[in-house]
């Protein structure tokens, strides 16, 4: 069973651009979009069944193409390397994780709009280890072996979500000017990861 589970939004765009990566460029212009479209968000489902069953570093692109019953040159068609699969994935556990947080909120019951707050944020992410995996590994290994345009559709992907967390927070926090936000958003995400690695030592360690 997927935990969390959701379909997969399709293609991304940037720019009015659709992110079909550099090794598929040539499909766009001879299949129906929506096909491409469909493809991609399938070949993500399955890597998100993968990746939520098992930990991220142990999944390759072979396993991911046999999934979704395709050869590994026919994915790359779609997704320019494994880790433009993991930011997609990472992007859609994001907004995923934000809809968790404006769902929880109003239920809180801390006295404190602080600790109210910072309870649903920290129960909601630790709930969803696939998010905080991700996370913790975006800047140092899924930002590479990818495109601009992937980078730039991930990007604004989470940023978009950032926005909407924001205006979950303002519900309980009141809204805030642009200085404490970039604060507490420059901050959220080294908090994450930090306890999350804490959280869960190699197992050298353990």
């Known amino acids: 069973t997927i935990r969390h589970h959701r379909p997969i939004r399709s293609t991304p765009v940037t720019a009015g651009r659709p992110v079909i990566f550099q090794a598929g460029e040539s499909t766009r212009h001879h299949r129906d979009p929506r096909d491409i479209a469909n493809e991609w968000r399938r070949i ?17 692109l072979n396993e991911i193409a046999r999934q979704v019953g395709l050869a590994k ?7 320019g390397s494994r880790e433009a699969i993991l930011l997609v994935l990472l992007a859609h556990e994001y907004d995923a994780w934000v809809d968790d947080v404006t769902a929880r909120m109003p239920l809180a019951t801390d006295p404190d709009p602080v600790d109210r707050a910072a309870g649903v944020l920290t129960a909601t992410a630790a709930a969803r280890p696939l998010l905080c995996e991700l ?10 072996n990818v495109t601009p345009y992937e980078v730039i559709s991930f990007k604004l992907a989470v940023q978009a979500s950032m926005q909407r967390l924001l ?16 604060i507490f958003l420059g901050g959220l995400h080294p908090l994450i990861t930090g306890y999350w690695a804490l959280a869960h030592p190699s197992p050298a360690l353990t």
């Open 135 to 144: 996370l913790t590994a975006a800047p140092t290994v899924l930002e590479h």
């Open 167 to 182: 205006a979950s927070l303002a519900t309980q926090l009141g809204t805030w000017d642009s200085r404490p936000q970039g």
């Open 73 to 79: 040159s026919n994915v790359l068609r779609y997704f």
């Open 44 to 60: 993500a489902e399955a890597a998100l069944s993968l990746f939520k069953e098992r930990d991220y570093d142990d999944v390759s």
